[in-house]
């Protein structure tokens, strides 16, 4: 799930997560591990995407969440987030780059026992095209069994196609290695289904 919730990983405790997409002869791969100090969690993003003849795309982003559990009214708790993000594109020996400042405010809703619902709304800079762009981003996910979570999201940044996804999370060992399997399209882009697979393992110091 690429929506954020109102949490971190806990203090000194770390996770690993990683994914790889296949969509219309284009693969992407993505490591992002993250650690938890005190109410904050600072985490990295490396990805690298190969396209149709010979395009590569190389992206790394620094991100840091604040979420106090006292940040909360009733079922709700909130949280906020900020990233430095940076891209890099090369093909046939020309290269092109972009930069991206970005902030949400985060909020997670448990509307049951295993249902939440997660909404990211902010924005983003785009400093190639001097643009602020909006992000709003919704998810819905449910604890269907203790070992097993479904999830359904909508992703949306100004300017570009909304996300929609589907994915299924099963943790192999409860609480500590999840594998995940997912299902997106780009809304209104033809031939932009994909299917991705990851991971996730969680951890402490």
């Known amino acids: 799930m690429s929506t954020d919730d109102a949490g971190t990983v806990g203090h000194l ?10 969509a219309n002869n284009q693969h992407s791969t993505t490591l992002a591990p993250a650690v938890g100090l005190g109410d904050f969690e600072i985490g990295l993003e490396f990805s690298k995407t190969r396209a149709p003849e010979g395009l590569l795309m190389r992206d790394h982003a620094l991100a840091l969440k604040w979420a106090p559990a006292s ?22 020996g020309e290269h092109a780059s972009n930069q991206e400042n970005g902030a949400i405010a985060v909020a997670t809703w448990t509307l049951a ?6 909404l990211n709304l902010g924005l983003a800079r785009n400093r190639e095209a001097l643009r602020n762009e909006r992000v709003a981003n919704l998810a819905l996910s449910w604890a269907a069994h203790p070992r097993a979570t479904l999830f359904a999201e909508v992703l949306h940044q100004q300017y570009a196609p909304s996300t929609q996804a589907t994915g299924l999370r099963f943790w192999a060992v409860p609480d500590q290695f999840a594998l995940d399997l997912t ?15 990851g991971f996730g393992w969680y951890g402490d110091f």
């Open 71 to 92: 940040l909360s009214l009733g079922p709700v708790r909130f949280a906020a987030k900020a990233w430095h993000a940076r891209s890099r594109e090369s093909f046939e």
């Open 13 to 22: 405790h770390y996770q690993i997560e990683g994914w790889r997409e296949a």
């Open 183 to 197: 299902a997106s399209r780009e809304a209104g882009v033809k031939g932009s289904r994909s299917i991705g697979l």
């Open 113 to 118: 026992e295993t249902i939440s619902a997660h």
